[in-house]
């Protein structure tokens, strides 16, 4: 073929090219412009308003950090439009997964959340009670206060929150004042005053007391007073439930006591200690949010500890300890 014929060639051809673009074109473009409707029409939808398969792409996006997977995206999203499965069922399973609860840590930013978290899951696993007294259990803004705010699964006849009047208390925790109410779980009311100072119950009269992050902000003096006191209004086999910062690991985190209003920050030994020369037997010692190999070494590590949220065995490596003691029987 000469040149000229080769050059008329490609030009024929580029024609045959030019003319099927310009025929696909407008085809692009309208395949683009339904796209971009069908996005924007996505976009303003609430979740449980998503169609099944967005809805699961959603869900797996947002909880597992990961794009579905089959077979559970087609059965999933199928079971939806079947009517079989809602949104929040689809939620639901992602949450009550071990997946989502062992293998999507926290981040370091999540720190204070996931300790949150694991005082509530510490808190479920405590025992039924009917009469309660909590220390320091006041709640900034709910006056049901923390241990139902918490998830106390039991129903109770009374709970008595001990915290001092809010006037009194350090900026970081002043809220309003709150006055007897009934819960779900049942009636709540309000002694403002010291937690070393229990007058108001009778001895043997109470089953169970909790100190919630409180016994940090007292004396170590104080604090045997507080335990004198929870363990005179203890029924015989009543139970107090403690959890608090671990001097151990928040020395490891800083210096200084890591709250302002901190008078002490106890190791698992010392608390231990403490508890049962108050006359307490020891039934668990456990601790929330595992600082893992780290702490062994003698290394504070923030990842690891909002990661490992939960209760745990290794108390004496946790950010916080929680102890379930019990008041002998026979006393």
């Not at 797996?60 to 079971?79: C, K, T």
């Not at 039991?154 to 004042?177: G, K, M, Q």
């Not at 940090?216 to 139970?239: C, K, N, Q, S, W």
Request: hydrophobic share 35%.
């Amino acid at each position: 073929m000469s040149g000229q014929d080769q050059s008329a060639g490609k030009a024929h051809g580029a024609q045959m090219v030019g003319a099927a673009v310009s025929k696909v074109t407008p085809q692009l473009q309208r395949i683009e412009r339904k796209v971009r409707r069908e996005a924007t029409r996505l976009a303003g939808l609430s979740f449980a308003q998503l169609p099944p398969r967005e809805a699961v792409r959603m869900a797996y996006n947002v909880l597992l950090r990961r794009e579905p997977d089959e077979p559970a995206w087609s059965d999933q999203a199928g079971a939806m439009a079947a009517g079989l499965l809602s949104h929040g069922d689809v939620v639901d399973r992602i949450r009550c997964s071990s997946e989502y609860r062992t293998q999507v840590p926290v981040g370091e930013a999540g720190f204070h959340s996931s300790l949150h978290t694991s005082r509530c899951e510490f808190i479920i696993g405590l025992p039924p009670a009917r009469r309660i007294v909590d220390l320091g259990g006041g709640h900034t803004t709910d006056s049901r206060g923390a241990l139902v705010v918490l998830g106390y699964p039991y129903d109770f006849d009374e709970l008595v929150v001990v915290d001092l009047p809010p006037d009194d208390r350090h900026p970081l925790y002043h809220s309003e004042r709150f006055g007897a109410g009934d819960t779900e779980r049942g009636k709540v009311r309000y002694e403002y005053r010291s937690m070393a100072d229990l007058s108001f119950a009778d001895d043997a009269s109470v089953d169970l007391v909790y100190s919630g992050q409180s016994i940090e902000h007292v004396t170590e003096a104080d604090g045997d007073t507080v335990l004198e006191e929870a363990f005179r209004i203890l029924r015989p086999g009543g139970y107090m439930a403690i959890d608090t910062p671990n001097g151990r690991v928040c020395r490891l985190q800083q210096a200084g006591f890591i709250d302002p209003d901190h008078e002490v920050e106890y190791t698992l030994d010392e608390l231990r200690d403490k508890v049962t020369r108050a006359g307490f037997d020891v039934l668990t010692e456990r601790g929330l949010n595992w600082g893992g190999p780290a702490v062994t070494a003698g290394e504070f590590d923030p990842v690891a500890l909002a990661g490992n949220y939960g209760v745990h065995y290794d108390a004496e490596a946790c950010y916080l300890l929680a102890l379930l003691i019990q008041k002998p029987a026979g006393r």
